[in-house]
């Protein structure tokens, strides 16, 4: 085995954390008091090579791997938690389904402006009515002649309203459930497409979250993503590799809250010594660097198997659950550690405790992680 990055996989991460410290950092508090997206962040890491990390140079990436990938999506979220779930969702969610299913056609059409960060990407499966139960979704396609016509609404979009391109899955065959359902690409100004509610939101306030609806859209045959009828499955392996980029997101949100909480145990002096030199401060750092640590392998670890092409999908569920819990309980003391300071907006720490609560919940909840882990170590 072998624990050292490459020399490539630890210059993206320099250069990831340079751009995220000079650009992302310093507006960070301020998108999120607003609740601003900056388009521009976006068009920034396109300039980077960012927007295409894992994919083919054919299709405008970099022809990187995961890991790479899931390096940068943790440094971003080191600093600022909604810029990296930009980059998240706009690679996992909608890039990879088009890279692993789209035809030649698909991959030029939609991937290659996707990778070089001229579109960005959102992927659509949660319902009111179906969150945990995916295969439960009304969203009904018809076909009619050479189109599909789409009919419902699917919430909690992240990236939201601001992307371009939007994966979509809708039932072909109701009485199928989910072997009736079928994935879509639904490009933005596709008429009988529109936005509904933006999510007012407890963390990741500068990544939009909004309803989508669709009212008799028509959407052209050749916009189908793979055959019909196989969309939950595209649905289910598209997440099995987007949780590992939440757990990424868990990862960086954590160590960004650690490196606030040891600086600010270095200065801040009580009874005359610094307060991380009481045990009471410091073996509390010592347990969140552990746990931080941990969360880390299981995010590298699982994204180095699918960049192998070994089966990833259990490891990143456990990479999820265990990134997710451990960011919040991290957070959580981060803030424990700042004290009443903690819990004020002149530091950071309560920032990342808000931004923490959502690696717990989207991308599949940290009960449906465990479910999915269960039912795994069943079948085995
Ligand atoms: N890969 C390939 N196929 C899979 C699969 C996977 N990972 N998981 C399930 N399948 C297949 C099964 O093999 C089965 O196939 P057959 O019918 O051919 O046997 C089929 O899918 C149905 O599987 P299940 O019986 O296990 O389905 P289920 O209804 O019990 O649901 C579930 C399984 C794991 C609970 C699933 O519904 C699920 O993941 N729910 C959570 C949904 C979720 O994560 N939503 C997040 C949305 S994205 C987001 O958060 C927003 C954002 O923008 C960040």
Redo the contacts with the bound molecule.
């Keep these: 085995m072998n624990f050292q990055l490459s020399e490539e996989h630890e210059m993206l991460r320099k250069m990831v954390r340079d751009f995220a410290r000079k650009e992302v950092e310093p507006t960070a508090a301020e998108r999120d008091e607003e609740e601003r997206f900056d388009r521009n962040l976006f068009e920034q890491m396109a300039e980077l090579g960012l927007t295409g990390i894992p994919w083919s140079e054919e299709y405008g990436g970099i022809g990187s791997d995961y890991l790479s990938y899931v390096i940068a999506v943790e440094e971003l979220s080191r600093v600022c938690a909604s810029t990296g ?1 930009t980059l998240s ?1 706009h690679t996992s ?1 909608a890039g990879w389904p088009v890279n692993a299913f789209g035809t030649e056609e698909q991959k030029q059409k939609f991937l290659r402006p996707m990778a070089e960060g001229k579109l960005m990407g ?2 659509g ?2 319902e009111p009515g179906s ?5 439960g979704m009304k969203t009904t396609a018809k076909l009619d002649g050479d189109e599909y016509i789409l009919n419902g609404s699917k919430i ?3 990236n939201g309203g601001e992307a371009d391109i939007y994966i979509v899955f809708a039932q072909t065959d109701k009485e199928k459930r ?2 009736g359902i079928t994935a879509f690409i639904v490009e933005k100004d596709t008429p009988g497409f529109s936005m509904g509610k933006k999510e007012k939101k407890l963390g990741i306030r500068s990544s939009p979250t909004l309803e989508i609806i669709f009212e008799d859209c028509r959407v052209p045959v050749e916009n189908r993503l793979g055959d019909e009828g196989q969309g ?2 595209i649905a ?2 598209t ?2 590799g ?1 949780r590992n980029g939440i757990a990424a997101q868990a990862v960086g949100i954590a160590q960004g809250a650690l490196d606030a909480a040891t600086a600010y145990a270095k200065e801040r002096k009580q009874f005359g010594k610094p307060i991380g030199e009481n045990q009471g401060i410091g073996f509390k750092l010592a347990d969140m660097a552990t746990k931080i640590e941990a969360a880390r392998l299981l995010t590298y670890q699982a994204a180095w198997k699918e960049s192998q092409g070994l089966p990833y ?1 259990k490891e990143s569920a456990m990479s999820k659950l265990y990134a997710g819990d451990i960011s919040m309980e991290v957070t959580t003391e981060a803030v424990q550690v700042f004290g009443g300071y903690g819990y004020t907006k002149d530091y950071p720490v309560e920032r990342y405790m808000r931004d923490a609560k959502i690696t717990q919940i ?3 909840t940290n009960e ?1 992680q465990r ?2 882990i269960s ?1 795994m170590l069943m079948a085995d």
């Design positions: 779930v969702a969610l959102a992927y499966l949660t969150g945990s139960d995916a295969g909690f979009i992240t989910h072997k939950f499955k289910m392996k997440l099995d987007g999908g989207y991308e599949g449906i479910l999915v039912r």
